[in-house]
């Protein structure tokens, strides 16, 4: 069984992983993003019930599904919500993650590379799960002119995005257009498949 190489792409908010995620599907590789994970894991039983026994009925929308604008204001208000959050769902999404990658390798033609973006790779210590990381970096004013979300208060406890890009086997100042993003893609696509 030959597994797909395994990639994370991880940086700041509003750095671009979303759009080099993407650009790594156009250019042939498997991909999977955080989010999604972490938006299926909120829709499972046992996830769910956890969440709103903690949070409580105010991060539950009308339809009973979790509403992840609400639970955003409640855990970014609240630092204990958000470490207990992150507690809960980081192992589930690595396991998550895992399995679809293990799946990748399973079949019959696999693909050469699998790709998911990781935001706080370095800050879970997830790094070890990867063969390769992509860091994609860009200036703070940029990235708050991206990101609809409070970039500042968020990232206070992050790895500062130059430290990520050392530590990165890769890395990417996206401050050009999103062609220059693809062409930096797909070297790495190039490098990673040789």
Request: aromatic share 6%; no cysteine.
């Given at each position: 069984m030959s597994r797909p190489v395994a990639v994370a792409i991880t940086g700041g908010i509003g750095a671009g992983k979303s759009e080099a995620l993407a650009a790594f599907a156009r250019h042939g590789a498997a991909t999977v993003s955080s989010d999604e994970i972490v938006h299926h894991l909120l829709r499972r039983d046992d996830v769910k019930r956890t969440v709103i026994e903690h949070l409580g009925n105010g991060v539950v929308a009308p339809d009973g599904e979790i509403d992840r604008s609400a639970l955003g204001t409640v855990v970014f208000n609240d630092r204990d919500a958000l470490r207990w959050l992150e507690e809960l769902l980081h192992p589930l999404v690595a396991a998550e993650y895992l399995k679809w990658r293990d799946d990748l390798a399973a079949l019959p033609e696999p693909p050469a590379v699998c790709v998911t973006e990781v935001p706080l790779l370095y800050e879970v210590g997830g790094q070890?799960?990867?063969?390769?990381?992509?860091?994609?970096?860009?200036?703070?004013?940029?990235?708050?002119?991206?990101?609809?979300?409070?970039?500042?208060?968020?990232?206070?406890?992050?790895?500062?995005?130059?430290?990520?890009?050392?530590?990165?086997?890769?890395?990417?100042?996206?401050?050009?257009?999103?062609?220059?993003?693809?062409?930096?893609?797909?070297?790495v696509m190039d490098d990673l498949t040789r």
């Open positions: 070890e799960r990867f063969d390769k990381v992509v860091a994609i970096t860009a200036p703070s004013k940029l990235r708050r002119a991206r990101s609809a979300v409070a970039v500042d208060e968020r990232e206070q406890r992050l790895i500062p995005e130059a430290e990520k890009a050392k530590l990165a086997d890769y890395a990417f100042r996206n401050t050009g257009s999103l062609e220059e993003l693809d062409a930096f893609v797909a070297s």
